[in-house]
């Protein structure tokens, strides 16, 4: 017993003075913590304190930009060169890599390398009005090859490069109209939604079956359309789809990036659920039926 009570004497002297050494600098605005007896090194916390309250709103560093997904249309597409084999390498590719390069290089030494994601094609038409594609980095022209495939250098890299993967030139030309056409009539069709989402919502961009083409331009306020659920089954939709009049809007399309072809769009406003094949039409006031 008396051992016992030793015992727990000298734990109760050691608990005491850790907590002393702990707890008592806290006193004068710090905290101390010893690492261990045999280590001098002590670690010194100092609290700050907030003299004024904090603010009743948080600005935002920077406006969200939405950003459009890389459209490589038809014309391109059949011109395109392709990743046909990887010499002494292995089937994934990245940076610094060389490849043998298949196609005409039109006098062209320097390449995005993109893959193609998802096929767009007019609903209504059957058009092919290109693809929507994944840019995974940039290669140089190393050697222009005579009746065989050409040598390329990978200089840039996001993603793994494999064979079937497109080159397409560097300074493509992407219509972008800044031009606001009031009054221009739309009836356009949503075909795609970026992320391969099922549904769009608000702050969606989605992509529409009309571009420059059409008189389409960067700026556009378009309202959007959902097709009500009974009429979604396969040749029920025609007539509902016939005239906007009796249709109520489901949100709005700020149209932000126009192709040839395709435009892409941002969501607002929206108070239904979109998804491929709802409408996107100019606003009441100034939509003519074609």
Known sequence: MPRFVAFLGRFLKNFIIAAMLLLLPGLSGAVAAVVSEADEAVTQLIPAVRRGALPQTVQRAQQIRPVAPLLIDAMQLRHALRIVATPGRPALMSKGDRVA??????????FRI??????????????????EAIALGK?????????RAHSFIITASTQ????????????????????IRHGAAVNARIISIAGGATHAAQDHVIGINKGARDNVAAG??????ATPAAHRVAG????????????NESG?????HVYDSVSYGLVTGAVDALQV??????????????
Not at 220 to 225: D, F, H, Y
Not at 281 to 289: C, V
């Open 101 to 110: 390069v298949a196609g005409d290089l039109h006098g062209i030494i320097e």
């Open 114 to 131: 993109v893959r193609a994601s998802l096929k767009l094609l007019d609903p209504l038409s059957g058009e092919h009005l290109g693809d």
């Open 139 to 147: 290669a140089v022209l190393q050697r222009e090859g005579t009746g």
């Open 160 to 179: 793994e490069i494999m064979p079937g993967d497109l080159l397409i030139p560097v300074a493509a030309p992407a219509a972008n109209s800044a031009a």
């Open 220 to 225: 556009m306020s378009l309202a959007l359309i």
């Open 236 to 247: 029920k939709d025609s007539q509902q789809q016939a005239s906007g009049s009796s249709e």
């Open 252 to 256: 709005r399309l700020l149209i932000f």
């Open 277 to 290: 094949g709802d409408k996107a039409l100019a606003p009441s006031t100034e939509y003519t039926p074609h």
